[in-house]
């Protein structure tokens, strides 16, 4: 059973700083691609950042690219999003998902690419 759980949310203020965490267990993804995604309240779900098996390669939205950094441990099966210089428009859901379906598969960067999610976690940043 894949499971992914995502923590690490909260409230802060802009211009500050958050690190979520998405703890992936039932299979072995350091195989996989990862990514991040969010949802505001009224807006679709749109893409965030995105990490290749081996954590060598990265993508970016543009809306966060030079204040977002994807990583993840594959000993520990978890894959972190540090956000900084964070803005009011960051707040939504974010959510964490695996793309199982690929062995060293490209990074995806739309979410029919993913097949596993976890359940999101809260971000909210005031002004």
Known sequence: QVQLVESGGGTVQAGGSLRV???AS???FS???MGWFRQAPGKEREF???INWSGGSTYYADSVK???AISRDSAKNTVYLQMNSLKPEDTAV???AVDSKRW???MGRTANEYDYWGQ???VTVSS
């Open 21 to 23: 965490s998405c703890a």
């Open 26 to 28: 039932g299979r072995t």
């Open 31 to 33: 195989r996989y691609a």
């Open 48 to 50: 965030v950042a995105a």
């Open 66 to 68: 030079g204040r977002f």
């Open 94 to 96: 974010y959510y964490c």
């Open 104 to 106: 060293y598969g490209n």
């Open 120 to 122: 999101g976690t809260q």
